[in-house]
Each structure stands twice: as C-alpha cells, then as structure tokens.
C-alpha cells in the first residue's frame, strides 16, 4: 500500500520568516510528484508537478525540490505572507496505480 | 479559458434522497477525477475516467455511490437514498494526457448538505 506522509501537520509562522515542509513516499516505481495549495473556502490549485531526480521549481516565492533515490520532496516558501496562508498537500504518482495518493497536507498560517 | 465546473455549488436535500452532481471537465483533457471532503477530513478519492471508462472505482463508500462519463467530457456522480455522513464538499478534477506528469485542475466544488 502506498503512502504519502507529510510533516509537520500545521506550522504557524510570522510574515516575513522562511518556512518549509516535507512529502516522503515510497521510491519504488515513481513517475511524479505534486504539489498542491488548498486555501479554505476554495478548490486545491496546482503549484507543481516534477518528474525528475533532482528537479527543482519555483513559482515566485515558492520552491520545491525531488529526490526520487530517497523519496522526499521539499516545499519551500520565502519571506511568508498572510496571504500563503493555506493547506499545503502534496500527492504521488507511482507508475502502477492510475491516480495520485495524496498526503494528508501541512496546514500554514501566516500571522502579520 | 474556461475551468473545471461543477454544478450544483450548493445541495440541500432530506435523507433518504437521491441526488446527482455534474462536473464538466477542461476540453480536451482526458482523465477526470472525482474526490470529496468531509469536514476535518483531507481530501478523499471517490472514482477516475480515462475518456469514458472507470479503470479505478476503490474508493466509492458504497454502493449507493455511482458515477458515469459520457463522450469522454460531462460526468454525473449519483448518490442514492442519502444519509448524513453523505454531507461533504464533492470535487472534481481532469488533467490532460499523458495521465499523471500533468497537473489536476480542480473546480470550485458541490457543497452537499443532508438533512
């Protein structure tokens, strides 16, 4: 059975600090990995998707790494905002299965 | 151009109902998803099309759940005689070919409450 743990839970940061989470999953028939924003009262917005060894993104402030050999992927954001207040979730794409496993998302508030 | 949309965004009905939520998919993309949300919960795979087939229903609660696509575009999930723990936000999602490197493009969801 696959599994997508993603730490922390919830992190709560003041604007302007730097923050950054982690998606683990098994290593074993990777194709992709994604990662999502899910801000409440809204619908899940993709942020990316990487499919490489060593892929790195980034999308303004925002940043994320893949390392297939180990199986984690990190999402960095830079100088955090309010508005980066969100749950973020990441979710995977392994070559046997027809659907992504998601994780159970990092929630992230940002206090001004 | 136009998003992933669903309707209706807002459902109340009486336990013991039936009811029908629709998601019309981007164009051209070919794999559609259906999830839903639980209040407190994460986000909870229901069913997956590829064109107009359902290579993966495991995560249908039961079997009062359906779902079909036709024309490889519109889909319909179907809940009959609903009950209370039926009440979520139901999303729907598609993503472009090649299934799985592309990104799921989500709509703004079906609030379903039953009384």
């Known amino acids: 059975i696959l599994n997508v743990e993603q730490s922390p839970q919830s992190l709560h940061v003041q604007e302007g600090d730097s923050t950054n989470f982690t998606c683990s999953f098994p290593s074993s028939n990777f194709y992709a990995l994604h990662w999502y924003r899910w801000e409440t009262a809204k619908s899940p917005e993709a942020l990316f998707v990487m499919t490489l060894n060593g892929d790195e993104k980034k999308k303004g402030r925002i940043s994320a790494t893949l390392n297939t050999k180990e199986g984690y992927s990190y999402l960095y954001i830079k100088g955090s905002q309010p508005e980066d207040s969100a749950t973020y979730l990441c979710a995977l794409y392994a070559g046997n299965n027809r659907k992504l496993i998601w994780g159970l998302g990092t929630s992230l508030a940002v206090n001004p | ?115």
């Open chain 2, 1 to 115: 151009g136009a998003g992933v949309s669903q309707s209706p965004s807002n459902k109340v009905t009486e336990k013991g109902k039936d009811v029908e939520l629709r998601c019309d998919p981007i164009s051209g993309h070919t794999a559609l998803y259906w999830y839903r949300q639980s209040l407190g919960q994460g986000l909870e795979f229901l069913i997956y099309f590829q064109g107009n087939s359902a290579p993966d229903k495991s995560g249908l609660p039961s079997d009062r759940f359906s779902a079909e696509r036709t024309g490889g575009s519109v889909s319909t999930l179907t809940i009959q005689r609903t009950q209370q723990e039926d009440s979520a936000v139901y999303l729907c999602a598609s993503s472009p070919p090649p299934v799985g490197s592309q990104p799921q493009h989500f709509g703004d969801g079906t609030r379903l409450s039953i009384l």
